[in-house]
């Protein structure tokens, strides 16, 4: 399958070179409004069209990696054209968006993900299994928090993407997400959700805490895009205790058995590009028509971006797309 | 000074070995129902009779450390006949009884602490000045999750004191209060409270979680008595992160400057047994009639009953004394 890219930045390059390592998709073509940056991503073909690469017969799947706020008009016009979409996370600012979408895509008989490279790799899955080990699961911390060089830009006061309402921006929806897909992988979806963030002045969080409550069990996320974190990740049941040095990539799996105090090491290495994972599994779903697999990331999506827009409801974040 | 205990548990022994190390105060009387019990304690002499404590003119300070519930009575008992108090954590089950039972120390012109053993110690002074390095704060995250041998006795069908409604138990007001009266200590009243918790048969919280909302910090405090946790605490702003290894006690103090990757370590040694450094501090206190760091000590149980107040409404627990 051939796949065009959309975007210049960093995860790109990250990206496009997932798909040479992958060798499950053939980089086809790239899109950015400058042919120049585009060129430098040494793909056969460069678009500086978005129509164009819309219309191009030989482009099946496109990967999206635009500033947030426009994937969702970018994946509608492309899905229109048939094409699959692969979009960086998070995929869409809003829950209607997002809706709308998935209804785009199933009319035109395409397959739409969401990036979130974290729940396609090896140690994801034996996280999963690693679960069951501490019985009845009681309590889960998941953090992702790291100081962003653009936060300096805003302390100056300037207004960059990342941390603007117009580009829906802000440290839950770049960096929560995370540790807020991976409980929703996991646990599945929550019956009450809290948040409360630190609010920047350009109207976006900095950074905040969001409790997912399942009832039985609750699981506290931490997203920062202001301050370095240092804590691991912790699931903990009546059983024993699981440690994750982090949430993406998860690096080390590590089970404490309650009664005997006993260690057990779970994790695997993985590739130092965990991104080739998600274009793998991606390309198997795509190829071999796997509604069962499609509906799972399908519906971590659903339920990541209805607790994403409920946190940010209870926290006072407004989009410029919702105004 | 002289002092007295009612109860007969761990805790009094320790407290006791804390008392004979400090050589500020002195043991002078053991109150329980059983004389046999209090016998063990050593100390001059026995009470199996409240009012006699009460009336007995050679006893200065009581300390209390009775199950949770009988604390109000007690206190408000001892301080009526101008004894000092000194109160384990939970101190009392509701804003209205600590607010009465201040307004009664008062009135009586004697002083009632709240055992948080964790604010007296010398590290909880070296982080409070650690604090400052990390510019504006931006997250903290302390925990205290411990599962309790008790907490067997709740899966067989019982309903022992420390998960019992009745006598105003659960993980939130036993193990909770370290986290959250360590953050109020350093941060002050919050503005805001979310809480989500586990609940048990028994009508308590056997873990949950609680964001403290400070409007340009949020602050996340875990606590759980039926699984166990191996997360740090941590306290991060602009300028850099400072790593605990736990809140009561704390035995390291990390700060690792963002900027430079710099590590210090902050904490001291301390004595093994940390309730010496809250029985000197009390004893000091009383003797020197320090009424401004008493007002600080009691405005932090002030805003820590309200918090667990709030929390415990929002998670739907209900204490007997309430109903």
């Known amino acids: 399958m051939n796949i065009a890219t959309i975007g210049t930045s960093t995860i790109t390059v990250r990206f496009v070179e997932a798909v040479r390592k992958s060798g499950k998709l053939t980089l086809a073509g790239a899109y950015s409004r400058s042919a120049e940056k ?18 191009s017969k030989e482009i099946d799947v496109v990967y999206i990696a635009s500033p947030n ?62 679960v069951e080990k501490v019985g009845t699961v009681r309590h889960s911390f998941l953090q992702y928090m790291k100081y962003s060089s653009r936060y300096d830009n805003v302390l100056a006061g300037e207004e960059p993407n990342i941390f603007s309402p117009k580009f829906s921006g802000g440290a839950l929806v770049d960096l929560g997400v995370y540790p807020i ?21 350009t109207g976006v969080d900095g950074s905040g805490s969001v409790i997912l409550d399942y009832g039985t069990h609750t699981c506290t996320a931490m997203f920062s895009k202001i301050t370095d974190s240092y804590l691991p990740g912790e699931i903990s049941g009546e059983d024993g205790t699981i440690v994750i040095d982090h949430v993406a990539p998860i690096s080390t799996i590590e089970f404490t058995n309650r009664r005997t105090g006993d ?39 659903e339920i990541v971006i209805h607790i994403t827009e ?14």
């Not at 073909?45 to 819309?54: I, K, M, N, P, Y």
């Not at 992988?185 to 002045?201: A, R």
């Open 181 to 201: 897909s991976l409980a929703v992988s996991l646990f599945g979806k929550p019956k009450n959700v809290s948040c409360h963030v630190t609010m920047l002045p």
């Open 69 to 130: 706020s426009l994937h969702f008009e970018q994946a509608l016009l492309l899905m229109k054209k048939k094409k699959h979409i692969i979009c960086e996370k998070p995929m869409f600012s809003t829950a209607k968006e997002l809706e709308e979408a998935f209804k785009t895509a199933d009319e035109n008989g395409v397959f739409l993900f969401e990036a979130f490279r974290n729940l396609y790799t090896l140690n994801h899955d034996r996280l999963k299994e690693a």
């Open 38 to 55: 585009a060129n430098k991503l040494g793909a056969p073909r460069v678009f500086t069209d978005l129509e164009e690469l819309a219309g």
């Open 263 to 301: 260690q057990e090491q779970l994790a695997v290495q993985e590739e130092e590009n965990d991104m080739i994972y998600e274009a793998e599994a991606m390309a198997a779903i795509i190829e071999s028509n796997d509604q069962e697999k499609y509906a799972h990331f399908r519906s971590v999506s």
């Open 310 to 323: 409920e946190a940010r409801r209870q926290a006072g974040i407004v989009f410029e797309v919702e105004k």
